[in-house]
């Protein structure tokens, strides 16, 4: 080698090592700083005539295990669902009390069914009928404030997907102004692998956002897409809106209709036209914003579904009187006659028959409806699975009644008329045998505190009965909870909870009694709409045995959403922990770099200056 080559090795070697230098002190710098990325340089020899004679960096290297970054994309999205989630089921929680508490919705009930007890052993005691009233009211409003608790955290979960679509917007944005300047680039050097841990910190903070999946393309840059395939970032980047809406009330709900939707949806435009409704497509399952869907449109509704049975169940329980028709033999036809007159909106007329032919038995309900919009009824509007629901509008008259009756049972042979006044005749079909009609009845709500019999309209929807009535804006049990309150006259004068009609003694016990009975003993079956049953099996059983399932499904959702999140977590933390060995900077492994860089720098100075005495002795001679 001459000296000439000698002389360019070390200068390359020297410049190489400025480089490096330059390098681990940016590493040290930024060893705290999130989302930064350890780098190293590539040396490659640069050859001449044969011979290596230098060395020159051909890259600035970033330290990343893309398996690893990839993995932890996807945990750091299951995290923050999990996180998010348990959050909120925490917050629940404290809406219904800790099982046992004075404010808990089980020791509130307990009171007021303590109390009907002490009633029926002692009705003509004052104190006793006042204790009853007082602790009504301390149900009620206990069930109100729970009302505006749920519809509050719903407020919470809208509002947190709003501030989620601004963050996310303002990622994609970046990602893709990012992708552009890397892509222009086109080198490997320290200012391009900076535009990397920028770009990458922008993916990790919209993997928290939604579930993502990254894509390399052409010129170093990234596409994202949502784990259902909806690209969101490209050459540019998508845009979702969000109409978040100011108010959150019970009856407020997602739909596929703009016309009846009443929450806020997640609209994606894409840059290159075109809109994908995000809640529709099912595109977000995991991250920040599914939690947030997920609670405010599944898990919150449900329990208020299930605080709104609660009350619906104690208001019909107290005031719905059924009546069993009279049977009668008309020609050769057997029936009953049913008066169906004191029928109010979501009252109803329940036929009970035998299809003879496959000897089934099967039931129709018939229900009451002041409003021909909300025609035709679904079965679900009873909790009963196996009966046929047929919406009855009274609005017309009485003549229309009994032709609408004719047409729903029409198909099974049997036969409706009105012998005389408000009174509905359902008979079978005579000889034919193909139906024997087993039973008929009408269940109507008491209105009057002393009708007579026992049923009472204990508590009342604000100042109106409750019924369960349907109407354009749903049935009355929607929100009910947040507007039950105890009946104004039934406070005025507590001696109504003993006496129900003219001669009844202010010690008789029977409505006392019935009060007791129907809240604790008697048997009624939830919707599945509550999470409690399903379809075919409904929840049946008293209210207070409900209101326990309630209470214990509520605690086991809040653990189990806790475990998920502290699983979510170890794995979370598994995989950092392994990210940052690769890509984090350690600092001691970068003083022991700075030795070796030191003696490198030494070692290429000193064949500088061998060089140079070399050159100096020529010149010399």
Known sequence: MS?????????????????????????????????????TVNQVAIAGNNTGIGVRVSAIQRELDT???????????????ASTRADFYNRLQTVYG?????????????????????????PDDTAARSSVISTAQALAQQLNYMTDSIQGLRKDAELGIADATSRANEAMSQIAKLNTQIAASGADDTATASLLDQRDSYVDQLSKIMDINVLSIDHNQVAVFTNSGVQLVGTQAAQISFDAQG????????????????????TLKSPYGGE???????????????????????VLPQAQNQIDAIAASMASSLSDKTTSGTAVTSG???????????????????????????NTPRT?????????????????????????????DFSGGFSTVLGQIQQAIGSTSMVASNPSGTTLRILDDGPGNIVKVNSVSTTTTATSLTGGSAELPFFTDANSPYTGAISTLGSQSVGFAGRITVNAALVADPSKLVT??????????????????????????????????????????????????????????????????????????????????????????????????????????????????MLDALMKI
């Open 364 to 392: 129709i309900t018939l229900m009451r409806v002041d409003d021909p919009s909300v025609l035709p009824l679904k079965n679900d509007v009873t909790a009963n699975p196996n009966d046929k629901v047929y919406g009855i």
């Open 67 to 81: 398996y690893v970054q990839r993995q932890l994309r996807i945990e750091n999205s299951g995290a923050t669902y």
């Open 276 to 298: 994908t409704d995000l809640i529709a497509s099912g595109a977000i399952r995991s991250g920040e914003i599914a939690s947030y869907l997920e609670m405010r449109d599944k």
């Open 500 to 613: 129900y009609g003219s001669g009844v003694s202010s010690g008789d016990g029977t409505r006392p009694d019935f009060l007791l009975s129907q809240l604790t003993q008697a048997s009624t079956q939830f919707s599945p709409s509550t999470g409690l049953g399903t379809e075919d099996t409904p929840f049946s059983g008293s209210i207070t045995t409900f209101l326990r399932q309630v209470i214990s499904s509520q605690g086991q959702a809040a653990s189990s959403a806790q475990n998920l999140k502290e699983g979510q977590d170890v794995v979370l933390s598994s995989l950092q922990q392994r990210f940052n060995d690769t890509s984090s900077v350690n600092v001691d492994q970068e003083m022991a770099n700075l030795l070796t860089l030191q003696n490198s720098y030494a070692a290429n100075a000193r064949v500088m200056s061998a060089v140079k005495d």
């Open 98 to 122: 800790t099982p046992g508490s004075s404010n808990a919705l089980d020791t509130i009930y307990n009171n007021f069914t303590t109390a009907l007890q002490a009633l029926s052993t002692s």
């Open 3 to 39: 000296l000439s080559q000698a002389l360019v090795s070390a200068m390359s070697g020297l410049k190489v090592n400025q480089q490096s230098l330059a390098l681990v002190a940016a590493n040290v710098a930024n060893a705290d700083t999130p989302g930064y990325i350890r780098k």
């Open 332 to 358: 050769v036809q057997n029936g009953y006659d049913i008066d169906i007159g004191s029928l109010a909106a979501g009252n109803s007329i329940t036929i009970n028959y035998t299809d003879t032919l496959t």
């Open 247 to 266: 108010t959150m009330s019970a009856g407020a709900q997602w739909t596929n209709d703009p016309a009846t939707r009443t929450v806020g949806t997640l």
